[in-house]
């Protein structure tokens, strides 16, 4: 019969160069935002604290409600960058997975192109 040791001592010599980089990675951003802090100029003036808009001045208050349809239009985004996304693997190994991955991502392309036709159908893709 085969007998099974439980131990109890478990020594992570293997995560030591992780343990490392994380410390390195941390003390960088620490010493970075601290330098930061002591060469930056400390003057402040009504333009700087403006908030940014691609060079424009703000013309109205920035916690305006946005259309329900740019959301809409943003889920669509990406749900179809989510399929990009399994297209590139299934790609890869579509020689191992044969018919039954072709017809996998058929039914997965087929339910994606419903509520695409779906989403248009009912006006979501208009942008007015």
């Known amino acids: 019969m085969r007998e099974f040791f439980v131990t109890t001592e478990f020594v992570p010599t293997d995560y030591l160069p ?20 002591f060469v930056r100029p400390q003057v402040s003036y ?6 940014y808009e691609c060079g424009a001045p703000p013309i109205s208050d920035a916690r305006q409600p946005f259309p329900m349809r740019y959301y809409i239009i943003a889920m669509l ?12 693997p299934w790609a ?3 020689n191992q997975i044969g018919l039954y991955g072709l017809v996998e991502m058929l039914l ?3 339910i994606l192109v419903i509520g695409y036709v779906y989403a248009w ?8």
Do not use: H, N
Not at 46 to 51: D, T, W
Not at 121 to 128: N, Q, S, Y
């Open 18 to 37: 992780v343990l490392i980089f994380f410390l390195i990675a941390g003390g960088f951003g620490f010493v970075t935002m601290i330098a930061g802090r």
């Open 46 to 51: 009504r333009e700087k604290l403006l908030p």
């Open 77 to 88: 985004f990406v749900l179809f960058d989510i399929e990009a996304v399994f297209m590139y």
């Open 92 to 94: 890869v190994v579509f």
């Open 108 to 110: 997965f392309i087929t």
């Open 121 to 128: 159908g009912k006006g979501a893709l208009e942008w007015d």
